[in-house]
């Protein structure tokens, strides 16, 4: 059994944030959830799906955000409790039935996880999604904890149905992938059948219902606004002359800066876990009851503005501050001793930091080694990028690489350097388009497997329906790999008790309309090669489908073993250092001594044996056992 499947009422067990959250989906009764996958909300969606194959939970891996929500919301407004869960800017995907969805509203509870990413640890942008509470009009709930996670779960399936529209729940990476002590409260008995029961003037949006629907959703967020001013999530803690204004982890700075200063019988602290509709009344009491305000939030200053708008209202001329010069950036997540030493600054107090650690002992310098993220030993993509590089430089061509999200946005990286314009999921496939119809160059877009399913399939209709002359190549390694091999509708083979139809990347590519096609395995060089040399020949839209297994997804979930073993000859002197200088494996390493033989080593403790390294260099052998 599960192990959150496991856990009785009154149980204390640590708890990772995220599996706090499908604890408390548990525990609130939940019987449909979806998801794209996405870090760092990933382990939500990871649990959902082993807890869906024990029990009557019904979980999907949907194609993108969008249709997630979208599915969820079915069942939502069928009176089965849902959850959709996804990464920050996932919530851009699926923002288009939000704000809809947000009028028509739900009967099932309905919980919206977006999992935000301060300092974009694995992201192309640190968005601030308390924007979508304000932007759509939906309540938000803030966890400072795990035990927060997954209390704040349970009340936001609840409140959602007490409304009648969907809650969303914010977390961040520090929040979802800490782990904290959590007292587990008793499971309720799913409910995963419902009935839709049909009502047109609400849950059909022509304008003349959606005018009215509008004036239902304000109704509703002032209902919510009074909840939040009464929500035992918004608690005011100390008693003294000056007020910190804060939520989400950065609460744990603040106390722990408060306690570390010494000023805890000075300090007096509104923590907002229900954070929108911003509870006015008890901004208002609390702005009375203090002689300065500092709000402590991280990225945007949503808090800090709406304080200030409440204080104009209200005519209180209370100082606030958060955001500015001397005091908080709206860059990146926090840190402890940056709160700390923030606090002392706005509030006078004496502060001397701690002198940081030297990590140099008896005045030898250490030098700590690098680890950078890279494309791993065996990767499929490193052998299509060398492929591609190779036959350019064969042709004398210099190329433009339109690249997308996942894995192979590494290709970036030296010695590949096969990236040149990111946005977005899908983005490779459209900016190619543009980027060659305007410039007359050739353009080379690489996207993954998962990320054409997600939103590469519209942009290639696109380009053949308006005769866009570019060469695609889609890098097919059998599973969503970045977020941590999860399936997608082009899994042949998926982890254990996958067992959904596979959809034919080469059949869907055909049927919109592209007539040339390559599907080869590319560490098959010469077949590789042979490919990406053609479809630079032509003049029409081309698609290269690379097609081999994440050698990680291969041996972790498949249970595959590593093929052969390879090492480099004594005859490697090391003058013509192709294996590093223009494939990169990290399995190649130069021999630390430089005058012994052979001058480049392969580490048989990262090598795979996938072989590619025999194809560029004569020097590299099978091992002899």
Same mark, same amino acid.
């Given at each position: 059994?599960?192990? *959150? ?80 869960? $996804? @990464?920050?800017? +996932? ?13 028509? !509203?739900?009967?099932?509870? $309905?919980? =919206? ?38 209390? $704040? ?21 520090? *929040?979802?992938?800490?782990? !904290? ?6 499971? &309720? ?33 002032? @209902? ?7 929500? +035992?999530?918004?608690?005011? &803690? ?15 700075? /603040? ?46 200053? =949503? ?35 940056? /709160? &700390? ?11 001397? #930091? ?7 002992? %008896? ?38 690489? #339109? ?7 590494? !290709? ?12 977005? $999921? ?22 993954? %497997? ?38 997608? #509708? ?32 590319? =560490? ?22 690379? @097609? ?10 498949? !249970? ?8 480099? +000859? ?51 052998? #099978?091992?002899?056992?």
């Amino acid at each position: 059994m599960h192990p *959150l499947l496991r856990l009785e009422q009154g149980d204390k067990h640590l708890l990772l944030g995220n599996e706090a959250i499908v604890r408390g989906a548990l525990e609130a009764g939940i019987g449909f959830a979806t998801t794209y996958p996405g870090t760092p909300s990933s382990e939500i969606a990871d649990n959902f799906f082993r807890i869906a194959a024990e029990s009557d939970l019904y979980f999907e891996y949907s194609t993108n955000e969008k249709v997630a929500l979208e599915t969820a919301a079915g069942a939502a407004v069928s009176g089965v409790r849902t959850m959709c869960s $996804m @990464k920050h800017v +996932g919530l851009n995907v699926a923002a288009d039935p939000l704000m809809t969805l947000a009028y028509v !509203g739900v009967r099932g509870g $309905m919980v =919206i996880v977006t999992a935000d990413d301060p300092s974009m640890f694995s992201s192309q942008n640190e968005q601030d999604n308390r924007w979508y509470a304000r932007l759509s009009h939906l309540p938000m709930l803030e966890p400072a904890s795990a035990q927060e996670a997954k209390d $704040m779960t349970v009340a936001a399936f609840d409140l959602s149905e007490t409304l009648q529209v969907p809650v969303l729940l914010r977390t961040t990476t520090r *929040l979802s992938h800490h782990r !904290g002590l959590v007292t587990t409260g008793s499971l &309720r008995p799913p409910k995963t059948t419902g009935a839709f029961e049909k009502n047109p003037s609400r849950f059909v949006t022509v304008p003349a219902n959606a005018r009215v629907r509008h004036r239902v959703l304000l109704e509703q967020m002032e @209902k919510a606004r009074d909840m939040a001013c009464e929500s +035992g999530f918004n608690v005011v &803690r100390g008693n003294g002359p000056w007020g910190i204004v804060t939520s989400a982890m950065a609460y744990n700075y /603040v106390a722990d800066a408060i306690e570390d200063l010494g000023i805890t019988d000075r300090v007096c602290v509104l923590k907002l876990g229900f954070s929108h509709p911003f509870p006015e009344r008890l901004a208002v009491d609390f702005m009375r009851s203090v002689k300065k305000v500092l709000v402590v939030e991280e990225l945007e200053p =949503i808090m800090e503005d709406s304080l200030k708008a409440i204080a104009q209202g209200a005519g209180l001329s209370t100082p606030i501050a958060g955001k500015g010069d001397g005091l908080f950036s709206r860059l990146y997540e926090f840190q402890p001793a940056m /709160v &700390r030493a923030v606090t002392a600054k706005y509030f006078g107090v004496a502060y001397t #930091p701690p002198e940081p650690v030297d990590p140099n002992k %008896d005045g030898e310098k250490i030098q700590l080694p690098m680890r950078p993220p890279n494309l791993c030993a065996g990767c499929p993509h490193r052998a299509t990028y060398y492929a591609v590089n190779s036959v350019l430089a064969d042709m004398d061509i210099e190329a433009v690489f #339109p690249t997308d999200i996942g894995c192979y946005t590494l !290709g970036i990286l030296p010695p590949l350097q096969t990236a040149d314009f990111l946005v977005c $999921m899908g983005s490779s496939v459209t900016s190619a388009a543009g980027i060659s119809r305007v410039t007359g160059q050739k353009v080379i877009a690489f996207i993954g %497997d998962s990320t054409f399913f997600h939103s590469g399939i519209t942009g290639l209709i696109n380009a053949v329906h308006n005769e866009h002359h570019f060469v695609l190549v889609i890098l097919d390694n059998g599973t969503t790999a970045m977020t941590g091999h999860q399936p997608h #509708p082009g899994v042949d083979k998926g982890p254990p008790g996958w067992q959904k139809p596979s959809v034919s990347i080469e059949a869907l590519v055909r049927a919109c309309g592209v007539e040339q096609v390559w599907v080869v395995n590319p =560490i098959n060089l010469g077949k590789a090669r042979a490919a990406v040399r053609e479809a630079l020949e032509s003049e029409k839209l081309s698609v290269i489908i690379a @097609k081999a297994p994440c050698p990680l997804f291969a041996r972790r979930v498949l !249970g595959e073993k590593q093929k052969r073993a390879f090492e480099v +000859g004594p005859e490697c002197t090391g003058q013509c250092p192709v294996c590093i200088d223009r494939f990169g494996c990290p399995a190649l390493y130069r021999n630390p001594d430089p005058d012994a033989t052979p001058a480049m080593i392969i580490n048989q403790d990262l090598c795979i044996g996938c072989g590619v390294c025999i194809q560029i260099c004569k020097k590299i052998r #099978p091992k002899k056992m």
